[in-house]
C-alpha cells in the first residue's frame, strides 16, 4: 500500500490480502485488487457485469474479518505479487496523471487493468475495455478530489500495515518531564519561548515534542524515544527535537499508518505559553507532515505544588491517536 493511499484504497489492499488469504494463495495477486475493488465500490460496476471475475467469497464477511478469532487467519503478512506491486504503482500515477491528490479505489482498477495482461484482456470481454476505466478514472477523480490538484508530485512510499483489520485506530500516550536551569534554551514544540530558564537535557529538552514523539511511537507500536533517540548517543547531543519527530513520521508511513490527532498539554508554573501555541503547531505540523489543525495544545500550571510547581521542571503528556 502507499502513503497517499485513500481511505477505500486502503480497504481494497485489506480486502484483496483477505481473499488471498482465505484462497490459500502465497501472493496478493491483481484479480485479489479487483475483487477489494468490487468490495470497496459496487458502483464503479454498476453498468458493468463482471460474472464472477474477482468475486469476494460470499463467506468472507466484514463481521468475520472484524472477529478476532477468525481474523487471525488473515494476519499472516501475504506479499504482493510482483503484478500486484506494479498495479498499485500505476494506481500512485494514475491519481496524478487524472488529477486527484490521493489514490482511490479507482485508480486501483486503473492499476490493476495495465499491469495484469490477462485480466487486461478479461475484463473488456465482461464489458469493461480500457476506454471505460478511463472514464471511470475521469468521473471519480473528479468526484473524490473537487478541488483539483495542487500539483504538487509526491514520492510514493510503499508500507506493510500493522493489523488485519481494514482500519484501526490506534491511540498511544506520552510523558516527559525536564529540569530547569538558568542560561538554557526553552524549546518547546520547536520554537524557542524567550524565558530566564531551559531545560537540562542531552538533546534541545523539548518537552512537547518528546512527548509527541513518545505517543506517536506508542501508538505505532515502536517502542519509546529512549529506543531510538538514546541519550548516551553523542548523535543526539544538542539534537533538535524536530529531528526526532521527523525521523518518526516515515516510521509511521511504512507502516501505512497516518497521524488522525494529536492532543498534549504543557505542564509548567511559568511562562505563558498560550501566546506561542500556533508558532508550535505550525513547526509540529511541518516536522511531522499534518495539518496545524491536526495538533491540539494546552498548557497548565501545578499550582506551585512541587517541582514543576516550583519552576524547577517542566513536563508534558500527549496522546496520539493513529488510524491505518
Ligand atoms: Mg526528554
Not at 62 to 82: C, Q
Not at 131 to 147: H, N
Not at 165 to 190: F, M, N, P, Q, W
Amino acid at each position: 500500500m502507499f502513503e497517499h493511499f485513500d481511505e477505500k484504497a486502503r480497504r481494497v489492499v485489506f480486502w484483496a490480502r483477505a481473499v488471498a488469504g482465505l484462497l490459500d494463495e502465497s501472493s496478493i495477486r491483481p484479480l485479489h485488487l479487483l475483487a477489494g475493488i468490487r468490495k470497496e465500490m459496487p458502483r464503479l460496476f454498476k453498468k458493468v457485469d463482471l460474472g464472477s471475475l474477482g468475486r469476494v467469497p460470499p463467506r468472507l464477511s466484514e463481521a468475520e474479518l472484524r472477529n478476532p478469532a477468525s481474523a487471525s487467519k488473515f494476519s499472516t503478512a501475504i506479499p504482493l505479487s510482483k503484478e500486484s506491486k506494479k498495479a498499485l504503482e500505476l494506481a500512485g500515477q494514475a491519481s496524478r496523471k487524472f488529477g486527484s491528490e490521493t489514490t482511490s479505489a479507482v485508480h486501483v482498477l486503473w492499476g490493476v487493468f495495465h499491469a495484469d495482461a490477462k485480466l487486461r484482456k478479461a475484463l473488456p470481454k465482461k464489458g469493461l475495455t480500457e476506454k471505460a476505466v478511463e472514464a471511470l478514472c475521469r468521473q471519480f477523480s473528479a468526484f473524490e478530489a473537487p478541488g483539483g490538484t495542487s500539483g504538487v508530485i509526491r514520492p510514493i512510499v510503499s508500507c506493510t500495515p500493522v493489523s488485519a483489520v481494514a482500519t484501526s485506530s490506534r491511540s498511544g500516550i506520552g510523558y516527559d518531564l525536564h529540569r530547569l536551569a538558568e542560561g538554557r534554551k526553552l524549546i518547546l514544540g520547536g520554537i524557542e519561548v524567550p524565558f530566564e530558564k531551559g531545560p537540562v537535557g542531552h538533546s534541545d529538552g523539548d518537552v512537547l515534542s518528546h512527548a509527541i514523539c513518545d505517543a506517536l511511537l506508542g501508538a505505532a507500536g515502536l517502542g519509546d524515544i529512549g529506543t531510538h533517540f538514546p541519550d548516551t548517543d553523542p548523535k543526539w547531543k544538542g539534537a533538535s527535537s524536530m529531528v526526532f519527530l521527523e525521523t518518526v513520521r516515515p516510521m509511521l508511513s511504512e507502516r501505512c499508518l497516518r497521524i488522525a490527532h494529536i492532543d498534549a498539554v504543557i505542564i509548567a508554573e511559568k511562562p505563558q505559553l498560550g501566546p506561542h501555541f500556533p508558532a508550535m503547531r505550525a513547526a509540529l505540523a511541518k516536522a511531522l507532515g499534518v495539518g496545524a489543525e491536526q495538533i491540539n495544545l494546552k498548557a497548565k500550571t501545578n499550582e506551585g505544588v512541587d517541582a514543576i510547581g516550583r519552576g524547577e521542571a517542566i513536563a508534558a503528556q500527549a496522546v496520539a491517536t493513529l488510524e491505518g
